[in-house]
C-alpha cells in the first residue's frame, strides 16, 4: 500500500499531463490512452510518418527513434533541448509541465509554416521532398 497510492498518482498525473498534450495538438485525450494508436497520433504530432512506428519495435534502434520522437515533440513545442532532456531523465517533472503549462504546439517540429500547410491538407509529412 505504501508503494501503491504514490504509484497510482504518479500513473494518474503522467495520463492526464500527456491527454492535455494531446489536446493542445488539436486531437482528442483519450486518444493518447489507446497503445500503438496513441503513437500513431503521436507521430502525426510531430509531423512523422507512420511507419516510424515499426522502427519503434525494432530493440535498440527504438531507444534511437524514441529519443528522436522526444525531441520533436519539445520542438513542437518551443521547447529547446534541454526540455528534451528533461522529458528523457525526469517525465514526472516535465511531462505535466509540457501538459499544464502555456506552451502551445507550434505545428510538427516547431515550423510554423509547416503547420500551417498541415492544418489546410492534413496531408503534411517532414520527409516528403519540398515541391517548387
Known sequence: ??????FLIFTIVMIVAV?????????HGWESIIPIYSTIILLKIIGKPWWWL??????????????????????SFGKSEGFTAGLIFLPFIFYPVLGFGDAKYLGPYGDK?????????????FEKPQQL
Open 19 to 27: 491527454w492535455k498534450i494531446y489536446q493542445k495538438a488539436g486531437y
Open 54 to 75: 515499426l522502427m519503434m519495435l525494432i530493440p535498440g534502434i527504438n531507444i534511437i527513434f524514441a529519443i528522436w520522437a522526444t525531441n520533436m515533440l519539445s520542438k
Open 113 to 125: 509554416d509547416a503547420f500551417l500547410s498541415y492544418s489546410d491538407k492534413r496531408t503534411f509529412d
Open 1 to 6: 500500500m505504501v508503494f501503491f497510492v504514490p
